[in-house]
């Protein structure tokens, strides 16, 4: 038994250099997106951007710069790396989740953005590869449509927009209650990266959890009109925030929100507490 108990930790000691290394590069890709998603989605508000658009517009617009290519196959590649994290968390449990009731439906809300953010690296990397059209497609849409022919299919549509909601619900939290701030390894950020992190998070998981909000909206709506045209992603939810009264301004303030977003999730590749990663500084 004591053999046993030896070996698995070989194997964790082994494993967890790597897994941090890769979480820590997935978080800062996922900032970057939403940090340029922001930026469009800001000048779109101002009234320089065009409409707003969302992951694969913000690619398609990002492919067509100088050296744009590169940095969405950088984007791709570090996105994986982040779904694959996600993955690591809904099975393998580093963070100790547990098996009670909520700790499931937390893990398996896991393999949800697992889907939708695996969607957005495979844009990605068509994109790169020149294998996308202008227009991009929806990929939620593709989601519900796929999940609506399936048995039960509305309810699935249903029970994903809800999960979505929830999910949006805990990052408006987080971002209000300020709870967010134990992820960091504190001892390792001076005043100035506290505070950076600590404005950056709750602005952004603010706006985000909104974002969240509306797009389960969307999906739940698909699931009443079996129709998946209804189901909206980032881009959905932006435009429909701009189609408001004052939503020039709302969107503005979205969009600076989003960017913060990004700044938090770059802050959070640097400093989160990574429970499979050192055991001195990040075990307790």
Not at 15 to 41: C, E
Not at 77 to 92: D, E, N, P, S, T
Not at 237 to 242: K, V
């Amino acid at each position: 038994m004591g053999m046993s108990i030896h070996t698995d930790n070989q194997v964790k000691e082994e494993i967890k250099p790597w897994i941090r290394r890769l979480a820590r590069t997935g978080y800062m890709a996922k900032g970057f997106v939403y940090m340029v998603v922001g930026i469009l989605s800001l000048l779109a508000a101002a009234g320089f951007g065009g409409k707003t658009t969302g992951t694969s517009g913000m690619f398609q617009s990002l492919a067509r710069m100088p050296l744009g290519n590169v940095l969405v196959w950088m984007t791709g590649i570090g996105l994986f790396m982040y779904i694959l994290w996600v993955l690591i968390k809904a099975i393998l449990d580093p963070k100790g989740e547990g098996k009670s009731p909520g700790a499931l439906l937390k893990r398996f809300a896991y393999l949800i953005n697992a889907v939708i953010y695996g969607a957005l690296a495979v844009q990605a990397i068509r994109i790169a590869l020149n294998a996308a059209t202008g227009g991009g497609g929806n990929s939620n849409q593709t989601l519900s449509a796929r999940l609506l022919e399936q048995p039960f299919g509305p309810w699935l549509v249903g029970a994903v927009g809800a999960i979505i909601i929830g999910y949006g619900v805990v990052e408006l939290i987080s971002g209000v209650t300020g709870k967010f701030m134990k992820k960091f390894i504190l001892g390792d950020m001076d005043d100035h990266e506290k505070k950076i992190a600590k404005n950056s998070g709750k602005a952004g998981l603010t706006a985000r959890g909104v974002v969240l909000g509306l797009i389960g909206f969307f999906f739940i709506r698909t699931a009443i009109t079996h129709d998946p045209n209804q189901a909206k992603g980032l881009d959905g939810a932006l435009s429909e925030i701009s189609s408001q009264p004052f939503g020039r301004w709302i969107l503005g303030v979205v969009a600076l929100g989003l960017i913060l977003y990004g700044v938090y999730q770059i802050t959070r590749g640097r400093y989160e507490h990574m429970q499979f990663g050192k055991k001195e500084r990040e075990g307790s």
